[in-house]
């Protein structure tokens, strides 16, 4: 399953109607077709306030099963606007990458500047008028953060780099935001760019928020299957791999991401899962920064099963139809 989300242009539209309508509430959004789509302007038939409005404008709209994009006029003056993300823990698994990934989407090409505050939610509880307030008390004691570093769960990142088992550095992928990624994980993204090794697996350690790793001394695949077996079933993986293979008797050796979620990883808590969606795209950033590597093809799967040989081969070797020319037929004989 391969992403490209973007903003719709009825999405656009609607947005744009929120922004020369004080009158608006707010707009919800959802992910449909591969594609960011409005699902309805919320107007109050009278001015109330915002907690009057939350209570019989939103809170109706909110499923205990289902992930929506939710922009409120939540401020007298510009930015006036907040996006909250809300993604129960009981919403598809899929459901739950699409949004988590794609939230910081949403602000960005609707326009960053027209957003005071983003947040994430999980429970209905907390799209109450009682939970934008604890929202709003947690927001004025924590010390100001970029949506970058929100979105990546506050990553504890100098404090614990001098704690942690293993070497690590803080990759600076733009002027507010950072990732501890262990050394011996540049090294080994450093090798394969320089193709002396030809598979690279990384994961998230939970406990230090940073990038690690996955040992893989034993495993030297040489054909998808091989890789399948090498890839955890049951945890994320991002993994690179030089695939040398034989197409129309030639040789070659691109390099592809697989980006494993297992369903069964649904179980853990929704902080640590929420890690890898949104850790993707700074994972990418890194192996290109660090050492070169951009992926010929990127494939994102749940579950292992789903990465298959021909799966691999139709991407990178796409069937082209040649089309016949159409012959007019013969006019009957007279």
Do not use: W
């Not at 409120?72 to 919403?91: E, F, I, K, M």
């Not at 027209?114 to 429970?123: A, W």
């Not at 991401?257 to 929420?274: E, H, L, Q, V």
């Not at 890898?276 to 192996?287: D, F, W």
Request: charged share 25%; glycine share 4%.
């Amino acid at each position: 399953m391969q992403s490209g989300i973007s903003a719709s242009q009825e999405l656009v539209s609607q947005f744009t109607d929120l922004l020369a309508n004080d009158a608006h509430f707010g707009l919800l959004a959802t992910i449909s077709s591969e594609q960011l789509r409005p699902l309805q302007l919320l107007t109050p038939s009278s001015p109330a306030s915002f907690a009057a409005n939350v209570e019989s404008l939103l809170r109706p709209h909110i499923k205990p099963n289902e992930a929506l994009y939710i922009i409120l006029r939540r401020y007298p003056s510009s930015p006036a606007l907040v996006a909250v993300t809300y993604v129960p823990d009981t919403a598809p698994v899929r459901q739950k990458m699409l949004f988590a990934s794609t939230r910081l989407t949403l602000v960005r090409e609707l326009g960053s500047e027209h957003f005071r505050d983003t947040f994430f939610t999980t429970t209905p509880e907390e799209l109450s008028p009682a939970g934008f307030e604890k929202h709003d008390a947690h927001s004025a004691i924590a010390a100001p953060l970029t949506q970058e570093e929100r979105s990546l769960g506050e990553v504890r990142r100098a404090e614990q780099e001098a704690g942690m088992g293993t070497g690590s550095r803080e990759i600076h992928l733009s002027k507010n935001l950072a990732m501890p990624v262990a050394e011996d994980a540049l090294q080994a993204l450093r090798d394969l760019g320089a193709e002396t090794r030809s598979l690279v697996m990384l994961k998230i350690n939970p406990d230090s928020e940073s990038v690690e790793l996955v040992p893989d001394a034993s495993a030297a695949p040489t054909s998808i299957p091989d890789l399948v077996q090498t890839i955890s079933a049951t945890e994320p993986r991002f993994t690179f791999f030089r695939f040398t293979h034989t197409h129309a008797e030639a040789e070659s050796s691109p390099l592809l991401f697989f980006y494993t979620c297992p369903s069964s990883f649904s179980t853990k808590a929704i902080k640590f899962r929420m890690m890898y969606p949104l850790m993707k795209r700074a994972v990418l950033t890194v192996a290109e920064k660090e050492a070169g590597l951009q992926p010929q093809k990127k494939f994102e799967v749940e579950d292992t099963s789903e990465i298959t040989e021909q799966l691999v081969m139709d991407e990178l070797h796409p069937h082209v139809e040649v089309k016949k020319a159409f012959n007019r037929p013969k006019r009957p004989g007279r």
